[in-house]
């Protein structure tokens, strides 16, 4: 299983921000799929969860009500619609995934990471 993120950069506070992974090497439908981030000299932070049908997420009480994950199982990709950024959440995102499910705590698969910078 291979996981390729993008869609980071720098945004203002306030703005929004789409990332997309795309997933590859094997069934895409039959994973559970996760974002997490990692800001510079912190531990790594559970973001949001997707299960593998779509119908179930869960997010980290820092980023609830702001971000929004999602999947799409025709295109093999997960997004994550950041919106009304803050500068604490500046950090490298992950995305991750698991089969049948996937726990907050990470994920047997990890993508490179994509690079999110909010400025003030």
């Known amino acids: 299983v291979q996981l390729q993120a993008s869609g980071g950069g720098l945004v203002q506070a306030g703005g929004s921000l789409r990332l997309a992974c795309v997933f590859s090497?094997?069934?895409?439908?039959?994973?559970?799929l996760g974002w997490w981030r990692q800001a510079a000299g912190k531990e790594r932070e559970f973001v949001a969860t997707?299960?593998?049908?779509?119908?179930?997420?869960s997010y980290g009480n820092s980023v609830k009500g702001r971000f929004t994950i999602s999947r799409d199982n025709t295109k093999n990709t997960l997004y994550l619609q950041m919106n009304n950024v803050r500068p604490e959440d500046t950090a490298i995102y992950y995305c991750g995934a698991d089969r049948p499910n996937i726990a907050t705590t990470g994920a047997r698969y990890w993508g490179q990471g994509t690079l999110v910078t909010v400025s003030s």
């Open positions: 090497g094997g069934a895409f439908s039959s994973y559970a």
């Open positions: 997707i299960t593998w049908g779509g119908g179930g997420t």
